[in-house]
């Protein structure tokens, strides 16, 4: 368990210190972007950002929203298992 903090922890730190890396978009977004500003518009240059940015979080959002629902779900599922075997082993002491 302290090891998986660990690595996660140093994941975390060397990739939100080296931005460059993790910031480069692909090669046709990122020529109409230098493009469109060289030519001194700068509006679909912050439509593009906004767009990349909804769809990296509208994902996220979803894979968050259905871990969720999966997690509680299943803690509901194991609550109502537990009570099964409860008034199973009841119903078996009766009959024994």
Do not use: P
């Not at 906004?50 to 299943?74: E, H, K, N, Q, V």
């Not at 075997?85 to 078996?92: D, L, T």
Request: hydrophobic share 40%.
């Amino acid at each position: 368990m302290y090891m998986r903090y660990k690595f996660f922890l140093i994941f975390v730190i060397t990739f939100s210190l080296n931005f460059e890396l993790i910031s480069q978009g692909c090669s046709m977004c990122k020529s109409i972007v230098q493009s469109e500003i060289s030519a001194g518009n700068e509006g679909i240059s912050s439509g593009i950002n906004f767009g990349i940015i909804y769809l990296f979080t509208s994902t996220y959002l979803l894979l968050t929203a259905g871990g969720l629902l999966w997690y509680f779900r299943s803690k509901k599922d194991q609550k109502n298992l537990e009570i099964q075997n409860k008034i199973s082993e009841r119903v078996a002491s009766i009959h024994n």
